[in-house]
């Protein structure tokens, strides 16, 4: 018994377009079933800013507050006062320094500070004013009256990485091909290392923020000890006998070399390149395949991607290697997966179970507030994020938090500005430096 | 997130007002945070993402998206509504209908209707809700929302909201049948036809075939192996996680204006039944950023059909061993498909 052919033949259409099974809508749709449905909270009237009004008063750190000295300059620099660090820079610069290492590791902290600002074509300027990494005058052996045996540049290291990262910035080199030189210099070392590193000498006293080896001369320079260099206002030698040089410099380098590949990384990740970001990641993980975090990396940058299996996966591995079902990491990932799969009150369990455990876990609380918005509890939602910054004004003040913050409140109502305001001054008094306000959207 | 609106009525005179946001997923944040080593004088920098992870910037902080972003065919339309009574007094019987029309549908999304309204909504209150909606037409797709309420006064009060958007084709699939002596093949070509070019995860993609066939997927359960998932399969990541699964799904990624290739073989249960024009439908089904699926169904796979032979002979049981100058049996099936009937002969 064969099915009736057509009786005309139809000719095959080339290409098959998309349509989909017209159904018959059901008019009446019930969709506001119990649990979708929630009461805002109470009276809105009253203080608009309430939750602003406990954070206590706080006056942002100036330079004035601050010795003029590198303790001064630190104390600005982890309270992310950059403006205050840049004119201490200049200040502190037009003493004469006398160590000329020391005035290039004032001048990174102030490029530090330029790109935390996203003032690129200041920092730019600044590494213009230090000119060529590798020429004489930034070499210590130019300068044998201060520094007897060492030869090397005396540029910071990660400067090399933010001149690259400064070329994509400035739009003068979007390609990555500075990442990767600088990549091939990393692995130049730690080949050399590997091959000599057993002749160096153990009893010279290291720094290992002085081994930078040369870059364009046919054969990295190998001495790269120094003796403490006494009135120098920067430097502290390691002393640790139980580390020798080669254990420290090629754990150096081997961190650079990763720092390195997680930049490149990150920067596929930015340009939505998943395959490639994917691909390097895979690699890390190969080399640290007992890194939960790293893996855990794996799992988030699978979800972003869209590929829910995969995460899965990486995420047992985790469960794996960490052993313990209740520890936080486990949670967060389990809290993704089941945002993932629309599961967002098993995803708000698994991000209170963290908070459980670490109150001051800022990532876990913002993760349960957004899984709040989607199981219709906007009121939850906001208060979850008021509380935190209420809680903690001196480290939750993440763009990443206000700009979801502002984002609930536009949906809330059409008369936030109060509240935007009073988040914005909030910002204002302890946010760094840096923080962008157009996350505001006022 | 916000839709753009056109608002019926001025505000000042209404009561209520409605907000209405998509709810896409969220994504993780990513950042490039500025680099410094300990031994440098600013030392570790706070990281502007806590990460345990110093240059890795996909952080672990979700974030709500920027803007309404893309929609496309197959995926499902979400959507957060909040009625709110910015007013000083309360208001009563308030109905709520969303509806979502394009020129050709209408699909109502909630109502709340004058049969059971909101009896009283209080001044101050608001009352949320979640509305889904998969998405079937491309085009242009309007969200219509019509809030009814008396106000404390009595007066009977209506305003209506509209937000338009639209919904793209995010793939084609062109088929191609090979009707060949080992089988049906069928090959098809999946393009992503996004524009702006979005990169899609690609999930599954599957034949529904008519009762009468057995599919075979020839595609490595759908993906190819990259090297480096080999790589990794040899490495002590072996032990921690299930092999099979890690690479499984790994690679099947379609970028903007890339197309991948599928093959499939229709396996007739009946020899004899491979003759019919329609095979099945195609459904691909997708994923994108954290999760948000889509799924679409082809048409109806047609086929020409070939001129069939009026006699056919199938072979029907052969011995899995033959062994040289040995007898062995074969057994036939002769299908006659003239309506008269003939006599066999072997020879």
Known sequence: MTDNPPSTMPKIPPRTVFETPTDSFDRHHPLASAGEVTVGSASERGSVADFVVDIPNRVRLTLEDVPANVDGLKQLMTRGCWRSTIKLVDKMLDHETKYPHDAIALRFCKIVAHMQMKQYKAASDELDVIGDFDALKNSYETYPQHYPNIKGSMVPFSLRITKAELAYFLKTDASLDLFYQLLAFCRNEITHLKTHGHKLAENYITDPSIIDAVTSLPSPSSSHFRKSAAGSITTSASEDPLRGPYTESLELWTQRETKIIFTIITRFIQEREFPLAIQLLQEQVTKHPTDPNLLSSLGRLYLQMGSVKSAIVAFKAVETLISDPDSPLVHMNSGYISLASDQFTTAIQHFQAVIEKNPKDLAATNNKAICLLYTCDLSGAIATLEDLIKKDPEESLHEVIVFNLCTLYDLKSDNNADKKKAVMSVAAKFAPDSFDFSVLKL | ?347
């Open chain 2, 1 to 347: 997130v916000e839709m753009a609106t056109k608002v019926a009525e001025s505000k000042e005179a209404q009561s209520l007002t409605l907000k209405v946001m998509r709810l896409a997923k969220p994504s993780f944040q990513v950042s490039l945070p500025v680099l410094s080593e300990s031994t440098d004088l600013p030392g570790i920098l706070p990281l502007e993402q806590p990460s345990s992870l110093e240059a890795l910037g996909i952080s672990e902080f979700l974030t709500l998206p920027h803007n309404f972003g893309t929609i496309f065919l197959g995926e499902t339309f979400t959507s957060y509504l909040s009625l709110h009574n910015h007013s000083l007094y309360d208001v009563k019987d308030v109905t709520l209908k969303a509806e979502l029309q394009t020129t050709n549908l209408k699909a109502c999304l909630l109502e709340i209707a004058s049969g059971a309204p909101i009896a009283t909504f209080r001044s101050g209150d608001s009352q949320d809700y979640v509305v889904h909606h998969q998405v079937k037409e491309s085009g242009i797709h309007i969200l219509v929302c019509t809030v009814n309420y008396s106000k404390h006064d009595g007066e009977k009060k209506f305003f209506r909201k509209y937000f338009k958007f639209q919904v793209a084709v995010p793939l084609t699939v062109k088929t191609q049948i090979h009707d060949l002596q080992q089988g049906i093949f069928l090959e098809a070509s999946v393009s992503n036809v996004t524009v702006p070019p979005t990169p899609l995860f690609i999930d599954q993609v599957k034949i529904e075939p008519l009762p009468i066939f057995n599919i075979v997927d020839l595609n490595n359960n759908g993906n190819a192996l990259s090297p480096i998932s080999e790589e990794i399969s040899n490495s002590n990541l072996r032990t921690s996680m299930d092999r099979e699964k890690f690479l499984e799904n790994s690679t099947a990624y379609i970028k903007g204006g890339d197309t991948r290739l599928y093959l499939f073989r229709f396996d007739p249960k009946n020899p004899q039944q491979k003759n019919v024009g329609v095979l099945g439908r195609l459904e691909v089904s997708w994923r994108s950023q954290l999760g948000d699926a889509g799924k679409i169904t082809s048409a109806p796979i047609e086929r020409k059909l070939v001129n069939q032979s009026e006699l056919d002979l199938i072979p029907k049981e052969i011995p899995k061993e033959i062994r040289l100058e040995m007898p062995f049996t074969l057994a036939c099936i002769f299908a006659d498909l003239k309506q008269s009937s003939i006599t066999l002969r072997m020879s």
